[in-house]
């Protein structure tokens, strides 16, 4: 509420700056979670190790037994 004393609530100009600021840091910390990967990678990866083919031997335990579909089935019937 507005008591009519000057200097009571915050100025203004001042919420502005504060939004402002908040505003570019949220920019500059989410292009730093983009730009500091790709920065790494090219810095640390060659093209022949990109090149190489990756392969398993086998498939990974949670697909051979179908774990996945066992919880969306679980899930499925808690949530019906």
């Known amino acids: 509420m507005h008591s009519g004393v000057r200097g009571s609530e915050p100025d203004t100009c001042h919420r502005c700056?504060?939004?402002a600021a908040a505003v570019t840091?949220?920019?500059v910390v989410a292009a730093a979670a983009i730009v500091a990967p790709?920065?790494?990678d090219a810095r640390n990866l060659t093209v022949s190790a990109g090149r190489?083919?990756?392969e398993r031997d086998r498939s990974v335990r949670w697909m051979?037994?179908?774990?996945?579909?066992?919880l969306f089935a679980a899930g499925a019937l808690l949530f019906w």
Do not use: A, P
């Open 25 to 27: 840091v949220g920019f």
């Open 52 to 54: 190489r083919r990756v």
């Open 17 to 19: 700056r504060v939004g």
């Open 64 to 70: 051979r037994y179908g774990l996945d579909l066992w």
């Open 38 to 40: 790709g920065w790494i």
